[in-house]
């Protein structure tokens, strides 16, 4: 019999559902919030009414497009959290809702578990490459950084993770002073390939173990701008692709550094990426390097980086399989649980 989830992510700011059927991909819709982009940031009052007014055409065109009928669904899959209590809400009070009308099954997806699995997620006529348990993750989102020994798909250990802002905190917030549109990530990125990654340097945390922080680099790179800008005030648009380089390259060597010590002690060469800011090329291109090195690299495909319901597809999948399902009475979080 197949076995058809239908996933709904509703974490942040994208509301999208996607079809996966016996771990294949068949659909997956996402709406973006452009609403956001005029106050530098996410607004969560504003994020949760977008997601009421985009659930259900995007389920519908998630349904649509992939050729099922919503009479064949097995269960449906949602994001519980971590996330903004108010997104969360919504994406969770329709996938029970839904699945209860339907007399189906619900299934909670942990979203940082469902950016990991995300490398599972097989496509009609794709070949598939994916991580052997056991793996190291370094998933590096907006809310999130961390070191995940992956052991399979239900059993994950954190090794590591920040102790204050994640990987695209700091480029959003350093790319906020510089005067980038929200969120920045991308854009520095994009600025970074026609700059010199050596032109400045900024401070470097010293954390003991495999934990990151980037509070101090944000801090350094304001003040460094500050500075400057003291001395020159065309200083930013004069030097925005170097400064975005070293930014960029700063950033990835605090991750990198924790990594690479995580390979070595846990003797694990199997290394995926996952979440957000494993988009950014200067990171992807930096994880292939230590292929030379002996390790695996799988980079996840750059649609299922960023949040996406087919990623909260598959790990529902691999949940119905261990007929691991929710009762209708369980809540929401918006704080880090593994
Ligand atoms: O995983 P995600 O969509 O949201 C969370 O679950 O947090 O990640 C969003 C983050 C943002 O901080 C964004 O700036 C960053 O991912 N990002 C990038 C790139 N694309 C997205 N950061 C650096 N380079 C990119 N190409």
């Given at each position: 019999m197949d076995i058809t989830i239908l996933g709904i992510e509703s974490s942040c700011d994208d509301t999208s559902a996607a079809i996966i059927q016996n771990g294949v991909l068949l659909s997956n819709v996402i709406a973006n919030q452009s609403v956001h982009e005029m106050y530098g940031g996410v607004v969560p009052e504003l994020a949760s009414r977008a997601h009421q007014k985009n659930i259900i055409p995007v389920v519908s065109?998630?349904?649509?497009?992939?050729?099922?009928?919503?009479?064949?669904?097995?269960?449906?899959?949602?994001?519980?959290?971590?996330?903004?209590?108010?997104?969360?809400?919504?994406?969770?009070?329709?996938?029970?809702?839904?699945?209860?009308?339907?007399?189906?099954?619900?299934?909670?997806?942990?979203?940082?578990?469902?950016?990991?699995?995300?490398?599972?997620?097989?496509?009609?006529?794709?070949?598939?490459?994916?991580?052997?348990?056991?793996?190291?993750?370094?998933?590096?989102?907006?809310?999130?950084?961390?070191?995940?020994?992956?052991?399979?798909?239900?059993?994950?250990?954190?090794?590591?993770?920040?102790?204050?802002?994640?990987?695209?905190?700091?480029?959003?917030?350093?790319s906020k002073v510089m005067g980038l549109p929200y969120p920045g990530g991308p854009f520095v990125d994009k600025l970074a390939k026609q700059g010199n990654p050596m032109a400045f340097s900024f401070s470097k945390p010293h954390i003991a173990g495999y934990d990151y922080s980037f509070s101090g680099l944000k801090t350094s790179f304001l003040y460094f701008l500050r500075d400057k800008q003291a001395e020159n005030p065309n200083f930013i648009v004069e030097n925005k692709a170097d400064l975005c380089a070293s930014l960029q390259k700063t950033i990835i060597d605090i991750l990198m550094d924790k990594l690479v010590k995580a390979v070595k002690a846990l003797k694990v060469k199997?290394?995926?990426?996952?979440?957000?800011?494993?988009?950014?090329?200067?990171?992807?291109?930096?994880?292939?390097?230590?292929?030379?090195?002996?390790?695996?690299?799988?980079?996840?495909?750059?649609?299922?980086?960023?949040?996406n319901a087919a990623m909260v597809a598959i790990t529902g999948y691999y949940k119905f399989l261990d007929k691991d399902f929710c009762s209708v009475d369980l809540p929401p979080f918006s704080k880090v649980v593994i």
């Open positions: 065109e998630a349904l649509r497009r992939s050729g099922i009928d919503k009479s064949q669904l097995s269960a449906v899959a949602f994001t519980r959290g971590p996330g903004l209590m108010g997104s969360l809400l919504v994406g969770t009070s329709f996938a029970k809702s839904f699945a209860q009308a339907l007399g189906i099954p619900i299934i909670d997806v942990n979203h940082l578990q469902a950016h990991i699995l995300a490398h599972f997620i097989k496509e009609p006529d794709v070949e598939p490459k994916h991580p052997k348990f056991p793996f190291i993750c370094l998933l590096v989102s907006g809310g999130n950084s961390q070191i995940v020994l992956v052991k399979s798909y239900n059993e994950m250990e954190i090794i590591g993770q920040t102790i204050d802002d994640a990987a695209g905190e700091a480029f959003d917030k350093c199997e290394v995926a990426l996952a979440g957000g800011v494993s988009a950014n090329s200067g990171l992807r291109e930096r994880m292939l390097t230590y292929e030379r090195r002996g390790w695996n690299v799988y980079l996840p495909k750059p649609a299922f980086t960023t949040d």
